[in-house]
């Protein structure tokens, strides 16, 4: 019981860096305006691929099912519905993830912005420059992490009876999770943390890493707050780098010290 309030404590823990992301407006004003342009960009990108989708998804599932031609009208005609649902769900199922990973790769120069001047107004770190092929690495490694997260997600639909259920909440856990582990690379990468080191900095603040990320992704529900979010969420991500290097310090301060030989 005490172990479920701590996870608890720490989801909203999480969650609260985003709102209090959103009071950075206040004070940089024109650096959380210009940040607010790539989810713009990602999301009429991926509306205009939506649409063209749409308009052409029966002739789609009549292109791959060519071996149907020669099937009754009934049968032929409840496949290809039944394929074309199919597509529209993982197109939408694979929205979650591209217009994240879209924001993500497009915004990178406008949120460094916001970075640098959230890291300078929290003080006691002076950020530096991160280099340009580490940065195109970790784009690499972003796309290539949300095809996976989208194929999960999409097989997960697929299963009778609970799939959609299943999928509803695994899409945002997922989503959450990779957005909040791109959204820390550069607070950690700035101090000089390797991947693998963030992984596990990211591991032992799980519950506080995963309630900051959905809480961004609920945004998305509301039209227009994908927008509007990004730029806080850079703020709220910034802060949960920090916070996640206070906690692993703190425990390496409080593990016991072995005692030297007599």
């Known amino acids: 019981m005490r172990r479920m309030r701590r996870i608890v404590r720490e989801l909203l823990a999480g ?18 305006a210009l940040g607010m342009l790539p989810a713009v960009i990602a999301g009429t990108l991926i509306a205009v691929v939506l649409i063209a989708l749409g308009l052409n998804v029966e002739a789609l599932a009549q292109a791959v099912t060519p071996f149907a031609d020669g099937w009754a009208e009934r049968d032929r005609s409840v496949l290809r519905t039944l394929l074309a649902l199919v597509i529209v769900a993982g197109a939408i199922i694979g929205t979650v993830y591209t217009f994240t990973t879209l924001t993500l790769l497009i915004g990178d120069p406008f949120y460094e912005r916001i970075w640098r001047a959230a890291e300078k107004e929290l003080g006691g770190f002076t950020p530096t420059p991160v280099r340009f092929w580490r940065s195109f690495g970790d ?10 997260y989208a194929l ?6 697929l299963i009778p009876g609970v799939g959609s259920v299943a999928s509803a909440v695994l899409g945002p856990v997922l ?8 959204l820390t690379t550069r607070p950690f990468e700035a101090r000089g943390i390797t991947a693998a080191e963030r992984a596990r900095l990211l591991r032992g603040s799980r ?9 961004t992704q609920l945004f998305f529900l509301v039209p227009g707050g994908a927008i509007a979010v990004m730029p806080a969420a850079v703020v709220g991500a910034t802060s949960l780098a920090r916070s996640v290097l206070e906690r692993a310090a703190a425990e390496v301060e409080a593990a016991p010290r072995p005692t030297p030989p007599a």
């Open 15 to 32: 969650a609260a860096l985003v709102p209090r992301g959103f009071g950075f407006w206040r004070r940089r004003p024109g650096a959380m």
């Open 139 to 148: 784009g690499l490694v972003l796309v290539l992490r949300a095809m996976g």
């Open 152 to 157: 999960i997600t999409w097989l997960v639909g």
């Open 175 to 182: 989503a959450g999770h990779l957005i909040a582990r791109e």
């Open 207 to 215: 519950a506080r890493e995963l309630g900051f990320g959905i809480a």
